[in-house]
């Protein structure tokens, strides 16, 4: 057995026991893939940790940045209260449409709002609501970016909210200091301003799995 399979077994396992798909989130995978998304959405390991973190925070704004076919928005909207919302920034309308059906399928669509178009329009829109501050952010998008996503997760968010980075190992690349990759460059951005920002503290984790050698970061908001 490869070591990518062996990860894939091990995978197989956790979600079998710990974090089963039912119909719903099965729909949105097969959905994606019928529609030819790309194949990037998290595990359903890692949409149950999103749950779970979003469930500890007692989360009842929530922010993602990244909708893609919508399977990790249904795992974040349903840790949220009835009252509850979830808006969903996604960049591509072919995306957005995938899963707006699948997000209703699972009968959250009273809980969430997908807006269409680049999320740094959209982000600059949502702070000129003057909505609640959101609970927790997930961040899940273009890396490039992954800098001025944390920004504006800065001024949405109030202390004690969670900003999580998805997708911050790049297969190890994020340790190449030389690199001039813009994926890379973004998220080694996003890090050290997480490392070196006075409104946070925060941490990140290498992994594996059925998505390869990646990882995630986490970062509290202090005040």
């Known amino acids: 057995m490869s070591e990518s399979q062996l990860w894939d077994a091990v995978d197989d396992y956790f979600t079998t026991h710990l974090s089963p798909d039912d119909e719903a989130l099965q729909a949105a995978l097969r959905d994606s893939e019928a529609a030819e998304l790309p194949h990037v959405a998290v595990t359903a390991p890692q949409g149950k940790l999103l749950h779970l973190l979003a469930v500890t925070q007692g989360a009842r704004n929530i922010l993602e940045i990244g909708t893609l076919g919508g399977y990790s928005t249904i795992w974040l909207a349903r840790a949220l209260p009835a009252d509850g919302r979830l808006v969903s920034l996604e960049y591509s309308p072919k995306h957005a449409e995938v899963a707006a059906r699948n997000i209703a399928r699972a009968g959250l669509e009273k809980l969430v709002d997908v807006r269409v178009g680049p999320a740094l329009d959209s982000l600059p829109h949502l702070a000129d609501e003057n909505q609640a501050p959101f609970d927790l952010v997930f961040i899940d998008a273009d890396k490039a970016n992954n800098i001025h996503y944390v920004e504006w997760a800065l001024k949405l968010t109030s202390a004690g ?63």
């Open 161 to 223: 909210s969670l900003i999580i980075v998805d997708n911050v190992v790049r297969g190890g690349r994020v340790a190449d200091a030389d690199s001039t990759a813009a994926d890379v460059r973004g998220t080694r951005a996003a890090i050290e301003l997480i490392g070196s920002h006075p409104r946070l503290s925060g941490t990140a984790i290498q992994t594996v799995g059925s998505k390869g050698y990646d990882g995630f970061a986490l970062a509290r908001v202090l005040a």
